[in-house]
T-cell receptor, first 116, second 113 residues
Framework: DTGVSQNPRHKITKRGQNVTFRCDPI?????LYWYRQTLGQGPEFLTY????????KSRLLSDRFSAERPKGSFSTLEIQRTEQGDSAMYLC??????????????FGPGTRLLVL | AQTVTQSQPEMSVQEAETVTLSCTYD???????LFWYKQPPSRQMILVIR??????QNATENRFSVNFQKAAKSFSLKISDSQLGDAAMYFC??????????FGTGTRLTIIP
């Protein structure tokens, strides 16, 4: 079990540029979640997948944000035309829904985005 | 909508002493889960303890235990025999089975040697 991994760990970009983050969940986990955490706050839900199906999107996820999980394994989160307000830590988590494991979301280390 | 409130932005405790972190939540659901997550500085979030709402018995994990009051919608975390490694941000979270988590704003815990 290698845990949830996220790449890159840090990203600095200029306003207006597009960025893409990747999350690799724990291998047997079928649910994958994206959260955003700003300084001094708790994580806020963005979206989640069951296998490749996107089941729910937060109102926080504007049209500039898109997430995919094409083969039900890794996921990408893309932000188009970044704004300074997008600066945050983007967290990914995964869980095994329907299995014998207790309901637990395991978090990755996050991608810290800074928009200049 | 569900909300989670942590009214203590910061707490401190002497090493080896006991500290209690508070959390209240609001929901109209009867079946849900509550969690305490720990986020050490610059490190990833890890689960400390979880509580199923249908269970009356309070969850315990070694030095960590909860006081779950369903009617009062209260879910506090007690850390016994505090250790330096317990220093972190602690987040209370609410969720329904396999769905999104709703987090509080966190409590920063400092351990005084």
């Amino acid at each position: 079990d290698t845990g949830v991994s996220q790449n890159p760990r840090h990203k600095i970009t200029k306003r207006g540029q597009n960025v893409t983050f990747r999350c690799d969940p724990i291998s047997e986990h079928n649910r994958l979640y994206w959260y955003r955490q700003t300084l001094g706050q708790g994580p806020e839900f963005l979206t989640y997948f069951q296998n490749e199906a996107q089941l729910e999107k937060s109102r926080l996820l504007s049209d500039r944000f898109s997430a995919e999980r094409p083969k039900g394994s890794f996921s990408t989160l893309e932000i188009q035309r970044t704004e300074q307000g997008d600066s945050a830590m983007y967290l990914c988590a995964s869980s095994l829904a329907g299995g014998t494991e207790k309901e637990t979301q395991y978090f990755g280390p996050g991608t810290r985005l800074l928009v200049l | 909508a569900q909300t989670v409130t942590q009214s203590q932005p910061e707490m401190s405790v002497q090493e080896a002493e006991t500290v209690t972190l508070s959390c209240t939540y609001d929901t109209s659901e009867s079946d849900y889960y509550l969690f305490w997550y720990k986020q050490p500085p610059s490190r990833q979030m890890i689960l400390v303890i979880r509580q199923e709402a249908y269970k009356q018995q309070n969850a315990t994990e070694n030095r960590f235990s909860v006081n779950f009051q369903k009617a009062a919608k209260s879910f506090s975390l007690k850390i016994s025999d505090s250790q330096l490694g317990d220093a972190a941000m602690y987040f209370c979270a609410y969720g329904r089975l396999w769905e999104k988590l709703t987090f509080g704003t966190g409590t920063r815990l400092t351990i005084i040697p």
